[in-house]
Structure formats: C-alpha cells, structure tokens
C-alpha cells in the first residue's frame, strides 16, 4: 500500500518513444515568425543607462583582471629568471 492508502504499483509504465514529428505538424515560416516576434515582446530589454552602466562595469573588471594577471605575470618571471641565473 502506498503513503495515501492506494495500492502501490509495481511496474513503472513504459516511456512512450519520441521520433520525428510528422511533416503535417511542421510549423510555417511565417507562423513561426509570428512567434518570434511575440516572444522578443515579452523581453524586458535594458534601457540606454543601463547598459551603459553594465558595459563600465565589464570594461572597469576587465581592466582590473588585465592588471592582475599582468603583474602576476611579471613577478613569476622575474622570480623563474633570478632562481636560473648563472
């Protein structure tokens, strides 16, 4: 018996096989358009100050790991030339 009194099953049903759907289900282009063009509707899309504020955000980051991985890179090959100097 299961948790709600019901008998408890005790085989799974079997999955029904997914193929290739029929060509007279095919979706037309233009229908398919309209679709698109309803979907991007539904976007809530930045305004001008927004993505101006993101894109500072990226750049200002983007300089910083710039930084970083250039004087990472400095101090790693400076010490790599002091420890095999002759």
């Not at 096989?17 to 930045?46: I, M, N, Y």
Request: hydrophobic letters at 45%; a positive charge.
């Amino acid at each position: 018996m299961g948790p709600d009194g019901a008998p408890a099953l005790t085989e799974r049903p079997k999955p029904t096989p997914r193929g290739p759907r029929p060509v007279s289900q095919r979706t037309k282009p233009a229908a398919f358009l309209r679709g698109v063009r309803d979907e991007l509707r539904k976007v809530a899309w930045p305004t001008r100050d927004e993505v101006s504020n993101y894109s500072m955000v990226v750049f200002i980051s983007l300089a910083v790991i710039i930084l970083l991985i250039f004087v990472l890179d400095l101090t790693f090959s400076k010490s790599v030339l002091f420890l095999f100097k002759t």
